[in-house]
């Protein structure tokens, strides 16, 4: 369908999700898009929620209008989405409607013109089916006679209808930090975040809650950007009061050269709504991961065991099979080899590059070893840093050259080494040949791509001037295709993303791997915390988390071995400490836990997950109902004094439970003991907390299946 612009009709275009309507309109004559409704079924009927002002003091129009999308000459003063730059210096479009086309209720793209210019942008909208998610990019195209260097490209604006500001909601930290949950108060101003890094990044996430912030149990708006390199989200409480975000990526020359003739799209921004705050906003989130991961959300995600935290970059066969008996004799799935089982890989200063399997580290050879590990009935998988070299590697010494570099200017090493311009054809050749190597000659059933530094001196000298170049967008690019090729290569590989910990991870990872590192940091209340923050964006499926010895680095507060096991199994469970040094009865309640997570795991990775308190409170906990009812499970923590004593005696703290039936029974299967619905939802799940017992997984039963 396609609609010329004096054919434009009277009302607005329309977009339903499962839940969920977005109205647009065209607004002064054509000149831009603005939004008309974003809520439940129904919301688009009425005036518009942010009607236009037709009185402005000392700014235009379009700067107090809640555009959809406007450029810099339109929208001088608030904020512009576009940027671009003409080779005499001059900035600003002025462009007008030119047309549109979709898909009734499902699809939507808004076309603009600038005449002198020649540049075409294409505004699209998609809606994802079975979710309350709403995508939208924008597309470019240089139809004059002239370069166009694009300093601002958003992907999208996002207009949030609020009366009293916003509750902004967002995910940042550091390194062994990451997703930690902050709020605040945005009445008037900006907030923004942004990573130059190459990489998403440890310090923040590109996810945002924005709520009313006088009705922060009312709805949720969400944005999800997906894109794996640079990027920013900004947003304005807007003189006129009207709360705006702007996201897009972050060019790393500065601007982006569109040459006569070309086209450039923005990555996809995810909007999501809920009317049921942020705890409803997680689970629109956890269902759009979910189409995201299409067949591959039934691969079970099997229970591991690395051996990183165990022997380091000591890898030997002997140990390592060692450590596999352990594991297989409580009841792991799949044996991971991490760093240090290639050649020169003594210590963090060499060997990157050169993918060969040791062969001091294994003398009976690498498919004999991995032949051992699986007859203990577990799958085998490798641990790999495909983007990273060592400067004392073989492949340095012959390929200098692939390396970010600046002409004339001393490489900073990070980690002890440099990484691989992917944005390269020849650099990319070289990774996919080196996992089809691994993959196709050994009998490898899944990787881990790591991660562990950012570009630094990003240059590619020899490739042109550098503001010709677009190195972010060429090496996320690069990334993607390898990817996509080990899908569509080794599908039956289970690939698992890490940058460092949790500094990759968005939609456009996400919808190529199975499984995330979310951090490196396995203490456990550190890592419960990392890991409540995570499940406000992302499904638990994805959630990799292990059981390890490691203390707290920012609450060192001890927790028992139930308690780390508790928490790895709320998300994909799997194990890193070092087997050899736990006793028979910690082996044996290991095992019992592996055989409970895998009787449950259905519910945690398919069921609705519902956040239960926060880990500043005394109890706390994650509460998932299986997709066709009737069963519950609830993972709960104590996080508060470690003697277990309560304030009352003999009388147990309580976790609500939410979204039950409240006419319906629930059986807890260990105990026996019966609820009531409404109990579970007035009163909470009782946990008689102890200094031995501070944690629970617990599963519950309702006969009926309601």
Sequence with gaps: MTIAPQEFPAGPWLLRTEHTVYAVRLADGGRWAELAAWGPHGAETGPPVLPATRRTHFITPADAAPAEYLPYGLRPFTGADLTVRRPGGERGLWWT??????????????????EPTGLRVAL??????????????????????????????DSAAVNVPVRAGARLTYLAGQWAQEFQRHQLDLVRGRFEMASTQGTPGHAYAPWLAVQDAAETDGPAYGLALEWSGNWHITTDAEPGGAVRIRAGRVPHEGAVLLRPGGALTTPRLACAFSPGGLDGLSRVWHRYERQLAGDRLHRTRKVLYNSWEATGFDVQAGAQLELARIAAGMGVELFVVDDGWFTGRLDEKGGLGDWQPDPAAFPAGFDDFIAQVRATGMDFGLWVEPEAVSPASRLYAEHPDWVYRTEGRTATLVREQLLLDLGRPD??????????????????????????????????????????????AAHVAGYLRVLDHLRARHPQVTVEGCAGGGARIEHATLARTDVVWPSDNTAPLDRLAIQYGYLHAHAPHTMSSWVTDAPGVFDPRPRSLAFRFVLAAAGVLGIGADLRHWSAGQRAEAAAWVARYKHLREVIHHGQARLLGAPTDATCGVQYDAPGGGRTVVAAWSTGRLDGAPLVPGRPARLRLRGLDPAARYRDTATGTEYSGAHLLHYGLPLAWTATYDADLIELLDPTGR
Excluded: C
């Design 427 to 472: 650099v990319q050749d070289f990774v996919i040949g080196t996992l089809d190597t691994l993959l196709g000659g050994h009998d490898i059933s899944y990787l881990k791509w790591d991660m562990n530094r950012p570009p630094t001196e990003r240059g590619r000298p020899g490739a042109g001037p550098a503001g010709e170049q677009d190195l972010d």
């Design 97 to 114: 409607f030119t047309g549109a086309g979709g898909d009734e209720d499902r699809t939507l793209r808004l076309e603009f013109t600038d």
């Design 124 to 153: 699209h909208y998609a809606a994802v089916p079975g979710t309350d998610v709403i995508l939208r990019w924008a597309e470019f195209t240089n139809l004059g006679a002239e370069e166009l260097h694009l300093e601002n490209l």
